[in-house]
């Protein structure tokens, strides 16, 4: 397992220096959201050009940092069409800008059926996952001509809220550049945190095949629902999933999130330590 970091919850410094002090950390690899890590320069579609891409990917080089993944959390199951045509540029954009990257995957949640992107009945519908499916078809086209993977991630507030409808967009989409982030506490909820094992096995065995890489944080229920902290700070039983990284996926990328400056060295030895017991 490279066990890596995402990149906005590290200092806030320019990415020169932010990327040396994640090398220094020992961390191996990144999750970058462009518009969280990046500010010293602009980040919209236009600006990323081949050049910037370069000189990405030459400086994540330079401090022994791959990038695990491209952050693009944005809502294709929008109903608003104009809004929806914006998105989906964003996507395609971060796709091609992706190919000249030399990035793991372009990872996405799942979204919700409105403009808010907010979790409501209806995102567990099958209206909700039918108009998601459709949105994400032309994604994983673009992803395929541009040779790069795009990875869902299942969140249970979002539209593919279990490994169940994370297997039914795997096979309607029925592409080799479309893929999975595990991300085991984003499919508990406060209704079912107490069968989480039971749940990271289920995911193990409808989605292992594509699971391309994954999120580790922790949680803790509080008030009616749960609350995401650094791994090792709350109630997360990781059991199955460093058995499974470790038998099955050697050196995947594995980005914690969730941390903050003061505890990622903490939350890092904690998985090191459980991924040496596994």
Not at 172 to 191: K, T
């Amino acid at each position: 397992m490279q066990l890596g970091i995402r990149l906005h919850d590290t200092k806030k410094l320019p990415i020169e220096e932010r990327l040396a002090d994640v090398h220094n950390l020992g961390f191996k690899c990144g999750h970058l959201a462009l518009s969280k890590v990046i500010s010293q320069f602009p980040t919209d579609d236009s600006a990323l050009t081949p050049g910037l891409a370069m000189y990405l990917k030459n400086l994540f080089a330079k401090n022994e940092v791959d990038i695990a993944v491209l952050g693009c959390y944005l809502n294709l199951a929008n109903p608003n069409p104009e809004q929806l045509k914006k998105i989906t540029h964003r996507y395609m954009a971060h796709i091609r800008f992706a190919s000249w990257l030399g990035c793991g995957v372009v990872g996405t949640e799942t979204g919700a059926p409105n403009e808010t992107y907010t979790h409501v009945p209806e995102c567990h519908g099958e209206e909700a996952l039918q108009t998601f499916i459709t949105n994400l078809r032309p994604v994983v086209k673009y992803a395929e001509q541009m040779g790069v993977v795009m990875a869902i991630e299942p969140v249970w507030k979002h539209i593919v809220c279990n490994p169940k409808r994370a297997r039914q967009v795997l096979d309607a989409i029925d592409s080799p550049n479309l893929q999975i982030i595990l991300d085991p506490v984003n499919l508990l909820d406060i209704c079912n945190y107490k069968d989480q094992v039971a749940i990271v096995e289920e995911a193990i065995e409808l989605l292992g095949d594509d699971i391309a890489m994954v999120h580790i944080k922790d949680f803790i229920p509080e008030e009616g629902k749960l609350i995401s902290v650094g791994a090792g700070l709350g109630m997360m039983d990781y059991t199955a999933l460093m058995k499974f990284v470790k038998e099955r996926k050697p050196y995947i990328h594995a980005t914690l999130e969730n941390t903050t400056p003061e505890n990622n060295v903490q939350c890092k030895n904690h998985i090191l330590k459980l991924y040496e017991e596994a």
